[in-house]
């Protein structure tokens, strides 16, 4: 079984609607969790930290579960800008210390 | 922008040679971490460094060697290079007060003939 896995799409939605990704990681002891984007052909970028509350940026809002070791992103009033790939990120604690453990990734393309 | 280059961006080479990539830093960050990235795998750990000389073995280190003599660069070497070795290598650096937060700098693709 993977550390992190996620469904990897593609999703495909129209502008305006609203998207759910979700992610399941296997360590119970994991502590961090985050959300990266990243577009094609670059280096994935950091798109919000995942707090046990929830917590939301915008139209971005990331839950976590754990007792069920899930982590959810939910996309609001898609926009074009949004299609990339959205990668799920869990912190490894039985490594040494500041390892992440990345997803596979979902993709999305938001289309006109 | 967390001040990270990598460099060569592109490479393409043959099976046998050695490779170096780098990367770069000019915010005296402390960890540094080399990742691969291919269809299905995700971003997968090779090295990682914690401090000048102190590196230590990721997920997928097999062929591959570090080195950091200086805080600000962090050299990838595959010593004699694979085509199993094409991929795009990412590296990283960690901030915020728990440094788990990490930056990726902006890649470098390798493609082994």
């Known amino acids: 079984r993977k550390e992190v896995e996620q469904d990897p799409g593609p999703f495909n939605v129209p502008e305006g609607a609203t998207v759910a990704f979700n992610c399941t990681y296997s360590n119970s002891a994991s502590q961090s969790f985050f959300w990266y984007r990243q577009d094609c052909r670059k280096e994935p970028k950091l798109l919000m930290s995942?707090?046990?509350s929830g917590n939301e940026d915008g139209r971005f809002t990331a839950q976590l579960n754990r007792a069920s070791q899930y982590i959810s992103l939910l996309i609001r009033d898609s926009k074009l800008s949004d299609s990339a790939t959205y990668l799920c990120v869990v912190n490894s604690p039985s490594g040494s210390a500041r390892q992440l453990t990345f997803g596979s990734g979902t993709q999305l393309t938001v289309l006109p | 922008d967390a001040g990270i280059t990598q460099s060569p961006r592109h490479k393409v080479t043959e099976t046998g040679t050695p490779v170096t990539l780098r990367c770069h830093q000019t915010?005296?960050?402390?960890?540094m971490y080399w990742y691969r990235q291919d269809p299905g795998h995700g971003l997968r750990l090779i090295h990682y460094s914690y401090g000048v000389k102190d590196t230590d073995k990721g997920e997928v280190s097999d062929g591959y060697s570090v080195s950091r003599s200086k805080t600000e660069d962090f050299l990838l070497t595959l010593e004699s290079a694979t085509s199993s070795q094409t991929s795009v290598y990412f590296c990283a650096i960690t901030e915020g007060l728990a440094e788990e937060t990490q930056y990726f700098g902006p890649g470098t693709r390798l493609l082994v003939l």
């Open positions: 995942v707090y046990s």
């Open positions: 915010e005296n960050h402390r960890y």
